[in-house]
């Protein structure tokens, strides 16, 4: 695209009073990039090749788009692996309670109807019960005892110990 | 918002945000965090992004306030010598090619105008936002904006010519 000179210093005149719109700018831009340009424009180009070089700059040292990418896609992972789970919670949450249901169901409502294990007299004669339950309360009364005595051995270890920390 | 889309219509500002972000702080990493703040920032409003007109002039804004915080943190520990943010840096030797070289001038004078008229600058000639949508980043009416554009864009004018006046009375 050629310019007349006459174009151009007007362009620049609105340039410099703010008051050039973005398809002008960018016609000056163009304009300056060129190599050559009259003597008394040149001390004008160094800012608008400036502006073309500036606008193309970007961090060398290091790569600022695919570390924000890859920070996205691990959000968006830790997202989907979230859900995955409340669904899993939700899924065994439910099994759990109809496996509960079950065992309610089967111990007592089922079991209702199966007299074999509910409580039953098993001694037509009362004496003959009580016979029978002080027996086997007094074997449980020996064999409690017998327990018992082993402990005795413990006091003389606490005579001894208080004899010691008596000494000392 | 899912995260395709994100990329496809949010991430791209990336680089335009760093850019802004180095030209106020002239501090690249610092640059670089400001950035990945602004995007964590979309990524939580992401269900509402679609409410914004303009998404890039929303997390130009965001990057904006950041940066400013940033400078302003950086004024308070300006007593105290080892504060990090005090550290400017060094143009890179990758930065150093032969076209960089041509408009290192261009860049010093733009880098030293007054922090508001540097953020225009870089929004405007740099980046191609209109004046609408400069009006809605800066918080600041039309009129002003071309105001200052003016002086900046004069100021790195006067100061080229001075250069290059100098140069040829050198030589």
């Not at chain 2, 009006?135 to 010519?161: G, Q, Y």
Request: with cysteine; glycine share 2%.
């Amino acid at each position: 695209m050629i310019m007349n000179l006459n174009e151009i210093e007007a362009l620049l005149k609105r340039f410099y009073d703010g008051e050039s719109s973005l398809e002008e700018e960018q016609r000056l831009r163009d304009y300056f990039n060129q190599e050559i340009v009259p003597d008394h424009l040149s001390s004008h180009q160094e800012q608008f090749r400036y502006y073309n070089f500036a606008r193309e700059e970007k961090n060398p040292q290091s790569d600022l788009e695919s570390d924000l990418i890859k920070k996205i896609n691990l959000e968006n992972i830790g997202k989907t692996y979230g859900k995955r789970h409340r669904a899993f919670y939700f899924v065994t949450g439910i099994a759990a309670s109809i496996l509960i249901f079950i065992g309610i169901y089967f111990q007592f409502i089922a079991d209702h109807n199966n007299t074999a294990y509910s409580m039953e007299d098993t001694y037509e004669d009362p004496e003959a019960a009580y016979a029978e339950a002080k027996k086997t309360l007094l074997i449980v009364s020996e064999k409690f005892n017998a327990g018992v005595n082993d402990f005795n051995k413990f006091s003389s270890f606490n005579q001894y110990k208080e004899l010691i920390t008596r000494k000392n | 918002m899912k995260s395709e889309e994100f990329i496809e219509k949010v991430l791209p500002v990336n680089r335009k945000l760093y850019r802004f972000a180095y030209r106020l702080l002239a501090n690249r990493e610092e640059a670089e965090d400001i950035v990945q703040e602004t995007f964590m920032r979309l990524w939580n409003k992401r269900k509402n992004l679609h409410e914004y007109r303009n998404i890039d002039a929303f997390a130009m804004i965001i990057t904006k306030n950041l940066c400013i915080d940033s400078l302003k943190s950086r004024n308070r520990n300006v007593m105290d010598v080892d504060s990090p943010f005090n550290t400017k840096d060094e143009v890179s030797p990758y930065e150093k090619t032969e076209l960089a070289d041509s408009v290192m001038n261009a860049r010093q004078i733009i880098d030293h105008l007054p922090d508001q008229q540097k953020m225009i600058i870089q929004l405007r000639d740099i980046e191609g936002y209109s004046f609408e949508e400069i009006a809605e980043i800066m918080d600041l009416n039309i009129n002003t904006i071309r105001v200052n554009l003016s002086r900046a864009r004069k100021k790195v004018r006067d100061s080229l010519t001075k250069k290059y006046d100098y140069e040829l009375k050198r030589n």
